[in-house]
C-alpha cells in the first residue's frame, strides 16, 4: 500500500486541532504528523518535518496562515497548502490561490469537505467547495460585464505583517525584533499603512486587522 500523505495541521486553538485530527487521521490515505498554534509555527514545523500537505488556518497569531502559505510555498515548492477558515468570502478565495493554496475549506463545512480538498490539493488540483463556485463565478461574470478588477491588495506583504503584529498590541520595539529590522523602519510602515487606509491610530488599525481577518475579535 501507498504510504499516507503526511500532514501539516495549524490552528490556534487546540480544540478545533483535535476535531480535524480525528477527521483526518480516520482516512487510510491521511495522517497528521505535526500541528502549529500559530504561522510562525507552522513554517518552523514544515521545514522540520517531511510534510506532503500543509492544512493552516488563516487567522493565526504572529503571522496568519495567508502569510505562512506565501513563505512555505517559497521555500517549499513542492508542498501542498489548504486554507481552513471561519471567514467566507471571494477575497479570501483569490488570496489563497495567490498565496499558493489549492483552495480553502470554511470551518463549517470541513467535517463534510476537508477529505476532498485534502486528495484534490494532493493531486495539485484547486478546490472550490461545493455553495461557492457559483458564486465566485457570478461575482466574476459581474465584474467581467462591468469592468472592474478582481480584489487588488491595498497594502504589501510586509505592512501586512507589521499591521497584524500592531494589532495584536506589540510595540514598534518588539515588532522590529521580530521582524529583525529597525524601529524606524516600523515606524515608517505603519506611517505608510495609516496613510494607505485612511486610518488615524492603532484603535483603527486594530480594527481594519479584525474586518479583514487578520485578527480575530
Same mark, same amino acid.
Given at each position: 500500500?501507498?504510504?499516507?500523505?503526511?500532514?501539516?495541521?495549524?490552528?490556534?486553538?487546540?480544540?478545533?486541532?483535535?476535531?480535524?485530527?480525528?477527521?483526518?487521521?480516520?482516512?487510510?490515505?491521511?495522517?497528521?504528523?505535526?500541528?502549529?498554534?500559530?504561522?510562525?509555527?507552522?513554517?518552523?514545523?514544515?521545514?522540520?518535518?517531511?510534510?506532503?500537505?500543509?492544512?493552516?488556518?488563516?487567522?493565526?497569531?504572529?503571522?496568519?496562515?495567508?502569510?505562512?502559505?506565501?513563505?512555505?510555498?517559497?521555500?517549499?515548492?513542492?508542498?501542498?497548502?489548504?486554507?481552513?477558515?471561519? &471567514?467566507?468570502?471571494?477575497?479570501?478565495?483569490?488570496?489563497?490561490?495567490?498565496?499558493?493554496?489549492?483552495?480553502?475549506?470554511?470551518?463549517?463545512?470541513?467535517?463534510?469537505?476537508?477529505?476532498?480538498?485534502?486528495?484534490?490539493?494532493?493531486?495539485? /488540483?484547486?478546490?472550490? &467547495?461545493?455553495?461557492? /463556485?457559483?458564486?465566485?463565478?457570478? #461575482? &466574476?461574470?459581474?465584474?467581467?460585464? #462591468?469592468?472592474?478588477?478582481?480584489?487588488?491588495?491595498?497594502? #504589501?506583504?510586509?505592512?501586512?505583517?507589521?499591521?497584524?503584529?500592531?494589532?495584536?498590541?506589540?510595540?514598534?520595539?518588539?515588532?522590529?525584533?521580530?521582524?529583525?529590522?529597525?524601529?524606524?523602519?516600523? /515606524?515608517?510602515?505603519?506611517?505608510?499603512?495609516?496613510?494607505?487606509?485612511?486610518?488615524?491610530?492603532?484603535?483603527?488599525?486594530?480594527?481594519?486587522?479584525?474586518?479583514?481577518?487578520?485578527?480575530?475579535?
Amino acid at each position: 500500500m501507498t504510504a499516507p500523505a503526511r500532514i501539516l495541521l495549524a490552528d490556534d486553538h487546540a480544540l478545533v486541532r483535535r476535531g480535524v485530527r480525528l477527521i483526518l487521521d480516520a482516512e487510510h490515505d491521511l495522517t497528521v504528523v505535526a500541528e502549529a498554534a500559530d504561522g510562525a509555527e507552522a513554517i518552523a514545523q514544515a521545514r522540520s518535518n517531511h510534510i506532503d500537505l500543509a492544512i493552516l488556518d488563516i487567522a493565526m497569531p504572529r503571522q496568519t496562515g495567508l502569510q505562512a502559505a506565501r513563505e512555505l510555498s517559497r521555500a517549499l515548492p513542492d508542498l501542498r497548502i489548504l486554507m481552513l477558515t471561519m &471567514y467566507d468570502n471571494e477575497q479570501y478565495f483569490f488570496e489563497a490561490l495567490k498565496a499558493g493554496a489549492s483552495g480553502y475549506v470554511p470551518k463549517s463545512v470541513a467535517d463534510r469537505d476537508l477529505i476532498e480538498a485534502c486528495r484534490a490539493a494532493l493531486r495539485d /488540483e484547486p478546490f472550490i &467547495y461545493p455553495g461557492a /463556485e457559483s458564486a465566485l463565478i457570478r #461575482t &466574476y461574470l459581474d465584474r467581467v460585464r #462591468t469592468g472592474d478588477r478582481l480584489p487588488v491588495r491595498p497594502i #504589501t506583504e510586509r505592512e501586512e505583517e507589521i499591521l497584524k503584529l500592531v494589532a495584536e498590541g506589540h510595540s514598534s520595539k518588539e515588532i522590529a525584533v521580530l521582524l529583525v529590522i529597525s524601529v524606524k523602519t516600523v /515606524e515608517r510602515h505603519r506611517a505608510n499603512l495609516l496613510q494607505k487606509l485612511g486610518l488615524r491610530d492603532r484603535l483603527e488599525l486594530t480594527r481594519y486587522a479584525i474586518r479583514v481577518g487578520l485578527i480575530e475579535p
